[in-house]
């Protein structure tokens, strides 16, 4: 398996719903990450997670909680959000510190 | 932390032109740096990349180019076909933190 699979495709939520984001790779990558890209921007890095210890937390607002359960998955958990928040949410992963692949994201919508 | 800055912003050239995409970074610890394209609506796919301890590395149509003195990077594209068209960003990174510049928009006519 050489793919970053993500669920949902789609999500839309409302600002006092609780949601999850997933995020599975079977390439035996240790490194996992979260990234957020709004409408013709760049990805923005959110969290990363090397040898399931989170490693890195770009200042993201508590509204946005990740998770690694076991080198395989990634989540990230959803509460409370507002509308700015609506955007594609990146999972990519890494067996190094170097070559990261992407899922294919989903587009959250928050109303 | 790590700033890069890309341009153009965005780029047409006809079928079978060359196109240049130009990136600079500010963190001198920065060790690798990847190019992604982007398709409308789909993940940012890697097409090549290099480290810092390379200056040039190419595959088949693409290449890029490292100046670690100057802390710039560029994508080459040669012979470029209408299947070309995407967004391409660049990214610099150490230690699993990478920082992507702003995307170029490159438009290859037929």
């Known amino acids: 398996d050489t793919e970053v699979t993500q669920t949902p495709k789609h999500l839309v939520m409302g600002m006092t719903n609780k949601k999850s984001l997933k995020c599975e790779q079977h390439?035996?990558?240790?490194?996992m990450y979260w990234y957020k890209q709004k409408a013709k921007k760049p990805p923005e890095l959110m969290f990363v997670?090397?040898?399931?210890?989170?490693?890195i937390n770009e200042s993201v607002p508590s509204r946005f909680s990740p998770e690694c359960p076991n080198s395989s998955l990634l989540n990230l958990h959803l509460h409370a959000l507002q509308p700015e928040d609506s955007a594609l949410y990146l999972c990519?992963?890494?067996?190094?510190?170097?070559?990261?692949?992407f899922g294919p994201g989903t587009r959250l919508t928050v109303l | 932390g790590e700033n890069v800055e890309q341009h153009p912003s965005t780029l047409s050239v006809q079928e079978g032109d060359s196109a240049v995409i130009k990136c600079t970074y500010s963190?001198?610890?920065?060790?690798?740096f990847p190019w992604y394209k982007q398709e409308l609506g789909k993940r940012p796919q890697l097409i090549i990349d290099?480290?810092?301890?390379?200056g040039e590395k190419k595959d088949q149509r693409i290449a890029v180019t490292l100046n670690k003195t100057a802390k710039h990077f560029s994508l080459h594209i040669t012979e470029t076909q209408p299947e070309d068209s995407a967004v391409y960003f660049c990214?610099?990174?150490?230690?699993?933190?990478?920082?992507f510049g702003a995307g170029t928009r490159l438009t290859v006519k037929p």
């Open positions: 990519a992963s890494s067996q190094g510190e170097q070559r990261q692949y």
């Open positions: 390439m035996g990558h240790r490194a």
């Open positions: 997670y090397s040898y399931e210890k989170l490693s």
């Open positions: 963190d001198s610890a920065s060790n690798y």
């Open positions: 290099i480290r810092s301890n390379v």
């Open positions: 990214a610099a990174s150490k230690d699993n933190d990478m920082r």
